[in-house]
């Protein structure tokens, strides 16, 4: 049996990035989350799993402002998302990058200017300055200059999520939300997104909150991992942890054949070779990539932090985030 709900992450701070406290939604009489707590703590990566329609999607809406809770709270950085004057709403907000699911690319624009559209629209960066930034995040997730002229269409799938992730990054969030990253990926491409998302976690020391049902994807990355489960976070703890608790939806998910496969396939990589590489690290100009964000990256000093969040973009092309 686990120590607790929300037991201590490995390789994390402990300071709090965000802390849901009985979080309550609704959509008329269909109650999604009902007294549902949640803490995120700094540099770790919290991964949320759950049954379809039990409400991670909502809940992620939920910590970026886009959703006002029946009951409870939810802060971010110590300031809670629903309160606070605009301006303050909107510095909090540029300091997380999201990756939706599908990298919800613009069409009309090309890859460059997909990565350079937070810097345009959040910050009055000189031109000369937004080039140097967006080669710099094309080349942290392994893309070339020539791959910046390129339109989302011609793109293969990972180059979609690199993209994505690079536009994500593109002013240094403290926070990333990736939703479901691998999804529609094959096995050596998600491997591949895999080990760059852990080497520039490593890298650049940000937090990171992660929705995804694939296990390869979860064992490989998450420190800890939140169930959300009866409408609330009923363990949220390291995976070992995790996979003592009692609980059907976890027998399920975790503990079938599809459990058993990823659990060894993660065991035979760590054992092989804990440093995956990536076609990132192989192709990413060294000279090109920024220095360690956050004091939480390895060996960072406090440098100044600039930060984007591309809800506003998803919602420009979709209608909705
Ligand atoms: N705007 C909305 N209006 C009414 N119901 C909604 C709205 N958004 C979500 N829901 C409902 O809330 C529940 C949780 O939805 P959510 O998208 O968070 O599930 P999920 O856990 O992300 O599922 P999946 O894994 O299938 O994507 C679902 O029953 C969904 O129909």
Same mark, same amino acid.
């Given at each position: 049996m686990v120590s607790g709900p929300d037991t201590a992450p490995r390789g994390a701070d402990g300071a709090p990035v965000i802390e849901v406290q009985g979080l309550r939604t609704a959509f008329g009489t269909h %109650? %999604?989350?009902?007294n549902l707590s949640l803490t995120v703590r700094r540099g770790e990566i919290l991964t949320i799993v759950g049954g379809s329609g039990s409400g991670k999607t909502v809940l992620l809406r939920q910590i970026l402002g886009l959703e006002t809770p029946a009951a409870g709270t939810v802060r971010v950085f110590g300031q @809670? %998302?629903?309160? *606070?004057?605009a301006k303050e709403r909107f510095a909090l907000r540029q300091r997380w990058g999201v990756l939706f699911q599908g990298g919800a690319l613009f069409s009309a624009l090309s890859v460059f200017d997909n990565v350079a559209l937070p810097l345009r629209e959040l910050r009055s960066l000189p031109e000369a300055i937004v080039r140097d930034v967006v080669t710099m995040r094309l080349s942290l997730v392994g893309l070339t200059d020539d791959d910046a002229h390129k339109s989302p269409a011609d793109l293969s799938g990972g180059m979609v999520k690199r993209v994505a992730l690079a536009r994500a990054l593109a002013l240094d969030p403290e926070l990333v939300f990736l939703d479901?990253?691998? @999804? *529609?990926?094959d096995p050596t491409r998600s491997d591949e997104f895999v080990a760059l998302i852990r080497r520039l976690h490593r890298q650049l020391g940000f937090t990171v909150v992660m929705v995804t049902h694939d296990l390869d994807t979860l064992f490989a990355l998450a420190d800890r991992v939140a169930v959300l489960a009866d409408k609330k976070v009923i363990v949220c703890a390291p995976m070992d942890e995790v996979l003592a608790f009692d609980h059907p939806f976890i027998e399920t998910f975790f503990l079938g054949e599809r459990g058993r496969r990823a659990r060894e396939l993660n065991e035979a990589r760590q054992s092989g070779d804990d440093e995956p590489h990536d076609s990132a690290e192989a192709k990413a100009t060294p000279g090109a990539r920024t220095p360690p964000a956050h004091p939480a990256a390895e060996g960072a000093a406090a440098t100044p932090v600039l930060a984007v969040e591309t809800t506003h973009a998803k919602e420009a092309e979709d209608g909705k985030p």
């Amino acid at each position: 049996m686990v120590s607790g709900p929300d037991t201590a992450p490995r390789g994390a701070d402990g300071a709090p990035v965000i802390e849901v406290q009985g979080l309550r939604t609704a959509f008329g009489t269909h %109650v %999604v989350h009902e007294n549902l707590s949640l803490t995120v703590r700094r540099g770790e990566i919290l991964t949320i799993v759950g049954g379809s329609g039990s409400g991670k999607t909502v809940l992620l809406r939920q910590i970026l402002g886009l959703e006002t809770p029946a009951a409870g709270t939810v802060r971010v950085f110590g300031q @809670a %998302v629903d309160q *606070g004057s605009a301006k303050e709403r909107f510095a909090l907000r540029q300091r997380w990058g999201v990756l939706f699911q599908g990298g919800a690319l613009f069409s009309a624009l090309s890859v460059f200017d997909n990565v350079a559209l937070p810097l345009r629209e959040l910050r009055s960066l000189p031109e000369a300055i937004v080039r140097d930034v967006v080669t710099m995040r094309l080349s942290l997730v392994g893309l070339t200059d020539d791959d910046a002229h390129k339109s989302p269409a011609d793109l293969s799938g990972g180059m979609v999520k690199r993209v994505a992730l690079a536009r994500a990054l593109a002013l240094d969030p403290e926070l990333v939300f990736l939703d479901e990253p691998t @999804a *529609g990926l094959d096995p050596t491409r998600s491997d591949e997104f895999v080990a760059l998302i852990r080497r520039l976690h490593r890298q650049l020391g940000f937090t990171v909150v992660m929705v995804t049902h694939d296990l390869d994807t979860l064992f490989a990355l998450a420190d800890r991992v939140a169930v959300l489960a009866d409408k609330k976070v009923i363990v949220c703890a390291p995976m070992d942890e995790v996979l003592a608790f009692d609980h059907p939806f976890i027998e399920t998910f975790f503990l079938g054949e599809r459990g058993r496969r990823a659990r060894e396939l993660n065991e035979a990589r760590q054992s092989g070779d804990d440093e995956p590489h990536d076609s990132a690290e192989a192709k990413a100009t060294p000279g090109a990539r920024t220095p360690p964000a956050h004091p939480a990256a390895e060996g960072a000093a406090a440098t100044p932090v600039l930060a984007v969040e591309t809800t506003h973009a998803k919602e420009a092309e979709d209608g909705k985030p």
